[in-house]
C-alpha cells in the first residue's frame, strides 16, 4: 500500500480558506430555506464547483491526506498485500492515461467489512471492502471498479465532494462533536447520473487502452454494477447526538446529490461505446 506524507497534511490552505460567500452558507437562512425549495442548496454545490478550480493539485492532495486520516479513524483499514498489490497494478496501468491529476500518488486502501463496496477520496485515496473483493470472479470486474473510482478523483467529483461536506460542517459550527461522523458518510455518498456515466466511461476506455476487448469490458462492468446496485455508499451510521439541524442538512445534501442511475442505464451507456 502506498504511503502518503502525513505531514503535508498541514500545509497549505483549507477549505475555509476559500471564497465561498459564507453569507449563503447562514444557518438560519439555510434552515428557513429546507422548509420552502431548498434552492439555496444549489449555490452550494455551484459554489463548491467553482472552489474547486481555485485549487492546486498539491493542495487537493493534502486535503486529501486529512480526509483519509479522518476516515481511517472510523473504518477498519486491514493489511492486504496481496490484494493491495494487485489493485495497485491496475491504478499503474490506469494512471499513463490521467490528465488532471497526472503525477499524483494514488492510495488503495482495504477496507474489513462485508459490504459489496467501494469509494474514493478526495487526494487520490481509493477504499475497498473486503466483501467487494471477495465477490469478484474476474480481473475485469476488478479493473472497471478501479478505474471507477479514480475517476471519481481525475474529473474532480471527490473533491467537490469533499468542500461541500467542510462547508456543511462548518455551517453546523463546533459545537456539534459528532459532525465528523457525519461528514465521513457524505464523502462516500453516490454521485449524480452524469458523473457515474463519465466515471463508467473513463473506466471503460482505460481499459480498452489495456487491451481488452469491447465485450470483456462489458462482461466486467455488468456483474459489478448489478453488484453494486444504486450506489457505492459506505453508509456510515448517524449519532443519536446529531441534532435535527445536521441531520437535516446532510440528509438534504445528499438528496440532491445523488440521483444515481439504474445498473441497467449505466450498462446500456457502456454498450454504445464500441
Not at 503535508?8 to 420552502?36: H, K, M
Not at 488503495?108 to 471477495?134: K, S, W
Not at 461522523?181 to 456515466?197: K, P
Not at 462492468?221 to 449519532?239: D, F, K, N
Amino acid at each position: 500500500m502506498d504511503v502518503v506524507d502525513q505531514g503535508a497534511r498541514n500545509e497549505g490552505p483549507t477549505v475555509r480558506d476559500l471564497p465561498l460567500a459564507s453569507a449563503l452558507f447562514d444557518p438560519d437562512v439555510l434552515d428557513e430555506a429546507f422548509g420552502v425549495t431548498g434552492g439555496i442548496l444549489d449555490d452550494v454545490v455551484m459554489l463548491a464547483t467553482d472552489a474547486v478550480t481555485q485549487l492546486s493539485i498539491e493542495d487537493e492532495w493534502r486535503l486529501g491526506a486529512e480526509w483519509a486520516n479522518r476516515v481511517s479513524e472510523h473504518v477498519q483499514i486491514v493489511d492486504d498485500t496481496v490484494r493491495s498489490r494487485a489493485i495497485q497494478q491496475i491504478v499503474s496501468r490506469f494512471a499513463m492515461h490521467l490528465e488532471r491529476t497526472r503525477g499524483q500518488i494514488y492510495t488503495v486502501h482495504i477496507v474489513e467489512g462485508a459490504d459489496i463496496n467501494a469509494f474514493a477520496v478526495a487526494g487520490g485515496h481509493l477504499y475497498f471492502f473486503t466483501g467487494l473483493l471477495d465477490a469478484l470472479e474476474s480481473v475485469s470486474e476488478l479493473q472497471f471498479v478501479v478505474g471507477h473510482e479514480m475517476a471519481h478523483v481525475e474529473l474532480a467529483h471527490s473533491i467537490q465532494n469533499a468542500i461541500i461536506v467542510e462547508e456543511a460542517a462548518r455551517i453546523a459550527g463546533p459545537e456539534v462533536a459528532s459532525m465528523v461522523n457525519q461528514v465521513r458518510a457524505l464523502v462516500s455518498m453516490g454521485y449524480n447520473q452524469e458523473r457515474e456515466y463519465a466515471s463508467d466511461g473513463w473506466s471503460y476506455d482505460q481499459m480498452r487502452a489495456a487491451g481488452l476487448e469491447h465485450e470483456d469490458c462489458l462482461g466486467g462492468a455488468r456483474r459489478m454494477l448489478r453488484l453494486l446496485g444504486p450506489g457505492e455508499q459506505s453508509g456510515h451510521p448517524r449519532s443519536d447526538r446529531d441534532n435535527d439541524f445536521v441531520q437535516r442538512l446532510l440528509g438534504v445534501l445528499r438528496g440532491r446529490m445523488a440521483s444515481h442511475p439504474s445498473w441497467a442505464a449505466r450498462l446500456t451507456r457502456l454498450k454504445a461505446r464500441e
